[in-house]
T-cell receptor
Framework: EPEVTQTPSHQVTQMGQEVILRCVPI?????FYWYRQILGQKVEFLVS????????KSEIFDDQFSVERPDGSNFTLKIRSTKLEDSAMYFC????????????FGNGTRLTVT | GQQVMQIPQYQHVQEGEDFTTYCNSS?????IQWYKQRPGGHPVFLIQ?????EVKKQKRLTFQFGEAKKNSSLHITATQTTDVGTYFC??????????FGTGTSLTVIP
């Protein structure tokens, strides 16, 4: 079964540094998402992406965050200047042909900001 | 943003007991999805409910969508240790924001 892949699985960075989290969604999917989950807490929506542009973003997704789909396969989340509170698990997800399509999640990237 | 609340936040049950989690929305939902996240894992899609009053079953799991389409429930009969995890409802309606509920963490005591 096709799956969403995320790299790296764990990223450690110093406060103020830029990080790029990478995702390869399922190839024929059209909707892409980033979520964040602080340990033991809820899965928080960050941003959705469709047709090569951001569809929606939450209040968490401020100017420090950006997303790109630089080619036909990758989907990246960039955090420009990381803060301690950005430490969390970041999940990429993709959905098929409609905005209500079930989401397929990657295994996540655990970001630790020191 | 859209608020989808779940209760309880945590539930501990003896193996073999039943378990129910409830999902409540502040607005009417066109449909609702349920996901399960095992400890250390990622959310995995379980089911989608669309119709008012809809009931769907997957083996020991029963999913319901309220008549007013503002609430939903997941009931597990005779829990097993493999049921351990956090169960989330999700609202894919509000534009493309696809909000997840607050989750119910289930612990099954053998």
């Amino acid at each position: 079964e096709p799956e969403v892949t995320q790299t790296p699985s764990h990223q450690v960075t110093q406060m103020g540094q830029e990080v790029i989290l990478r995702c390869v969604p399922i190839s024929n999917h059209l909707y892409f998402y980033w979520y964040r989950q602080i340990l033991g807490q809820k899965v928080e929506f960050l941003v959705s992406f469709y047709n090569n542009e951001i569809s929606e973003k939450s209040e968490i997704f401020d100017d420090q965050f950006s997303v790109e789909r630089p080619d036909g396969s990758n989907f990246t989340l960039k955090i420009r200047s990381t803060k301690l509170e950005d430490s969390a698990m970041y999940f990429c997800a993709s959905g098929g042909w409609g905005a209500n399509s079930p989401l397929h999640f990657g295994n996540g990237t655990r970001l630790t900001v020191t | 943003g859209q608020q989808v609340m779940q209760i309880p936040q945590y539930q501990h049950v003896q193996e073999g007991e039943d378990f129910t989690t409830y999902c409540n929305s502040s607005t009417t939902l066109s449909n609702i999805q349920w996901y399960k996240q095992r400890p250390g894992g990622h959310p995995v899609f379980l089911i989608q409910l669309v119709k008012s009053g809809e009931v769907k079953k997957q083996k020991r799991l029963t999913f319901q969508f309220g008549e007013a389409k503002k609430n939903s429930s997941l009931h597990i009969t005779a829990t097993q240790t493999t049921d351990v995890g956090t169960y989330f409802c999700a609202d894919p309606n509000t534009g493309n924001q696809f909000y997840f509920g607050t989750g119910t963490s289930l612990t099954v005591i053998p």
